[in-house]
């Protein structure tokens, strides 16, 4: 079955910057475009960005141009570089198979706050 773990989230001031991991297992990784999603509190989940087969990235005009979404197939990991972080991504951060269904795992907390 499909089990994702997400890791790398904290606390951090306005402008500073955080590495979200995210170990998927359970599919065939270089089969799949993968995914970040985040939800604030009393928001709706979104999605943050997504990575093709192909690798490349695309991005929520909202973090467009700071963050990174990156992957190794081999090591069946995604990764999500954020750069410049502001308090309207305070929120926690998923990942998953993109344009799939599959459970969610815990995700991992981010906070932007001074």
């Known amino acids: 079955q499909v089990q994702l773990v997400e890791s790398g989230g904290g606390l951090v001031q306005p402008g500073g910057s955080l590495r979200l991991s995210c170990a998927a297992s359970g599919r065939t990784l270089s089969l799949y475009a993968m995914a970040w999603y985040r939800q604030g509190p009393g928001k709706q989940r979104e999605l943050v960005a997504y990575i093709t087969i192909g690798g490349r990235g695309n991005y929520a005009d909202s973090v467009k141009g700071r963050f990174t979404i990156s992957r190794d197939n081999a090591k069946n990991m995604v990764y999500l570089q954020m750069n410049n972080l502001k308090p309207e991504d305070t929120a926690v951060y998923y990942c998953?198979?993109?344009?799939?269904?599959?459970?969610w795992g815990q995700g991992t907390q981010v906070t932007v706050s001074s």
């Open positions: 998953n198979f993109f344009g799939t269904e599959f459970p």
